[in-house]
């Protein structure tokens, strides 16, 4: 078992900066990617990053590459999901989730197995 606990989330203005933090639990050792994934209300989860904890290779859903990188922390069993020029587009809960097979970086959410509570990011203009 794996347990994900998102933190960082709060109301910024457009423009803005954030960091949002998700840390993993239990058996850590048997992951193998990390994602961050967002919802709006009344849309269906989006895929937003993705890190290998071993190589630590990324990738990025088009609507965020060059404003969002996803970063890692073995050491603390943490990866980072940093967000900047945030625009009122963002506004989602962001979900961090765990995927255990060793099969590449996968964007869709039913490839991963374990999910944080997530984390409520609003972006006002």
Sequence with gaps: QVQLVESGGELVQTGDSLRLACVAS???STIY??????????????????ISLGAGST??????????TVSRDNAK???YLDMKNLQPEDTAV???AADLTPNGLR?????YNYWGQGTQVTVSS
């Design 33 to 50: 990617s990390m994602a961050w994934f967002r919802q709006a209300p009344g849309k269906d989860r989006e895929f937003a990053g993705v």
């Design 26 to 28: 239990g058996q850590t």
């Design 107 to 111: 964007v869709g959410a039913w490839s």
């Design 94 to 96: 962001y979900y961090c």
């Design 59 to 68: 990738y990025y859903a088009d609507s965020v590459r060059g404003r969002f």
């Design 77 to 79: 069993n943490t990866v």
